[in-house]
């Protein structure tokens, strides 16, 4: 019986086009078990169910790796339309994931049942900002009295529609700022996994403070540091993920082409402007931030450190270098993974649009980088893809200039 299963798996694998060394792996690590339920549809759902503390929305690279930095006790169900195919495949990809074993312990169960999943106490909303709408549409369907008293934990970074925040869009639709949870940090997903000391933000209101610790107190601390905030440092989270992956494009694009000096320059200059970027936007209609609310967030203090890692390991980094050297956005999107994310390119520039002109020009490096990614989203939408224009790349060269120019002082 269990061979005519294991039969049935295999085939079922080599059906979704998954590769034959992931089969082997999952086998070896004895997780072949934990996707039956959604491979053979005979098995007694009532026999196999179990509670679960959190269900994950959207197994991709992010997703599969948080699963790993939560204690072995803590029961875990993904939830996908495809699971099988997107966790198992979308490993291989050119993406931060690349490098990292495929491991899921006992704890961890897959579903492509919505239903199944939002009977867990934590729903981790990890998919790209601008297709949540979606996400929450059916999760209204199924749950039409209660989607509002869900908990809900947010991972993705970006906007919805035309500059909403992902917590102010969700309060939007009715749900409570006291239901809300956002986890910022540890963001290349192979670091999470090889157990290295990231830390991760956890932050809400304090009127959610006690399923905030909760939360935090799931992370096994030996692969994410929780830090606990509260209030307004929400969104400074959130805007801070936002803009750290437009300035690690173009840093490593600086990194490759003229190495490690350069490339501290920039991270200079880009923090400068990073800090500034937030205080500036703090009096855009969109949204209300103090000033002092950035010194507390996780991309506060730790810009530094984020921007370097997602230069170094992170697709963001890939994507800039490559697409600021003339690669085709369609090739490069699809090999890293990025389509959706690339979708948020108008949603940033219609919140710093908002911006004057003397504020904007403050920030010459951001004002650059979104001029550049405008262009190429524009013609990608006119003709399905698109590379560098002659006017882009003129304004790469100044950046460059402005990098290769810049002396801190105390290098004097």
Known sequence: MENTKLKGIYDYFRKVEIFPDRVDLAQGQGILSSVLTVIDEGLDEVDTYRPHEIAIIGPGDFGVALAQAFKPSINIIFYDFEPIRNIFSRITRLSTNRSFPLTFGDNIDFTSDLKKALKAKYIVLCVPANILPSYIEKIKEI????????????????????????HRWLQKNGIPFEHIIWASGGNVAKDVVSKM????SVVSINKN????????????REYLIPLEYSGSALLACELGGILKNYYAGFGRYILIKHGEDALYKYKILARQEFRRAVRTVSGSPMVSIRAWVIRKASHGPAFWEDLNVTIREGRNGFFGERILNDSKVKKTLDELGLVESF???????????????????RLPILKGILEIYEDLKIEYIDSGNAHISEESK????????????????WLF
Not at 144 to 164: D, N, T, W
Not at 197 to 200: D, N, P, Q, R, T
Not at 209 to 220: D, V
């Open 197 to 200: 000391a990231l830390k991760i």
């Open 343 to 361: 979708q948020t390119v108008f949603s940033t520039l219609s919140l710093f649009n908002r911006l004057s002109r003397f504020a904007f020009k």
């Open 209 to 220: 403070k006690k399923a905030r610790r909760e939360f935090a107190n799931f992370l096994n």
């Open 143 to 166: 749950l039409p009295m209660s989607y509002k008293e869900k908990q809900y934990v947010l991972v993705s970074k970006g906007f919805v529609g035309k500059g909403y925040i992902p």
């Open 394 to 409: 003129l304004i790469i060269a100044s950046i460059e200039k402005k990098v290769l120019k810049y002396k801190p002082f």
